[in-house]
C-alpha cells in the first residue's frame, strides 16, 4: 500500500509556506518535529487559528472534503513533515470492511468546517466592535481633556 509515490519526507525551513489557503491539494501531512501556524485569510489581515505540534496532522480538511485548502500552513520553525498521498486516505474511507468510516469521517468534517464558518463570523464582529469602540474613544476623548483643563 505504501511506496514513495505515496509516502514522502520533507523539511521545511522557518517562514516556509507548506499549504496555501484555495489552493488544490494532494497530501496531508504529519508534522515530525518542529510546528507549523495555520491562518485563515481575513478581510484586514490573516488570522491566526491554530499552532500545531509534533504528531498533529494537517491538509486532511480539504482531501476529506475534495475542496480547496481552508487555511494557510507556515512552518514556525524548521519542520520536518512526512507527506502522505491523498489516495492512501481515500483508500482506507472505501474500505468495505468499515463501513461507518466514510459517513463518520463526512459528518465529522461538516461539523469543522461549520464550526469554522461560526469562528470567522465571531472574529468579524469582534473586529467591527473593535472599530466601534475606538471611534468612541476618539470621540470622547476631547470631552475627557476638556473636563480634565477647565479654562
Known amino acids: 500500500m505504501f511506496n514513495n509515490e505515496t509516502l514522502l519526507t520533507r523539511d521545511f525551513k522557518t517562514g516556509e509556506l507548506i499549504l496555501r489557503?484555495?489552493?488544490?491539494?494532494?497530501?496531508?501531512?504529519?508534522?515530525?518535529?518542529?510546528?507549523?501556524?495555520?491562518?485563515?485569510?481575513?478581510?484586514?489581515?490573516?488570522?491566526?487559528?491554530?499552532?500545531?505540534?509534533?504528531?498533529?496532522?494537517?491538509?486532511?480538511?480539504?482531501?476529506?472534503?475534495?475542496?480547496?485548502?481552508?487555511?494557510?500552513?507556515?512552518?514556525?520553525?524548521?519542520?520536518?513533515?512526512?507527506?502522505?498521498?491523498?489516495?492512501?486516505?481515500?483508500?482506507?474511507?472505501?474500505?468495505?470492511?468499515f463501513p461507518l468510516i466514510r459517513p463518520l469521517t463526512k459528518q465529522l468534517v461538516s461539523r469543522l468546517k461549520e464550526f469554522e464558518q461560526q469562528n470567522m463570523a465571531y472574529l468579524q464582529r469582534i473586529e467591527k466592535l473593535e472599530t466601534e469602540l475606538q471611534t468612541m474613544r476618539e470621540r470622547l476623548l476631547p470631552i475627557e481633556l476638556a473636563a480634565d483643563n477647565p479654562h
Not at 486516505?89 to 474500505?95: G, K, N, R, S, V
Open 21 to 97: 489557503e484555495g489552493e488544490t491539494g494532494e497530501h496531508i501531512y504529519l508534522i515530525i518535529s518542529g510546528s507549523v501556524q495555520i491562518l485563515k485569510n481575513h478581510p484586514h489581515n490573516p488570522q491566526q487559528i491554530a499552532t500545531l505540534v509534533s504528531g498533529e496532522i494537517l491538509g486532511e480538511i480539504g482531501i476529506l472534503s475534495n475542496e480547496p485548502r481552508s487555511a494557510t500552513a507556515i512552518a514556525l520553525e524548521d519542520t520536518k513533515v512526512v507527506m502522505v498521498r491523498d489516495q492512501i486516505l481515500h483508500t482506507a474511507l472505501t474500505d468495505e470492511r
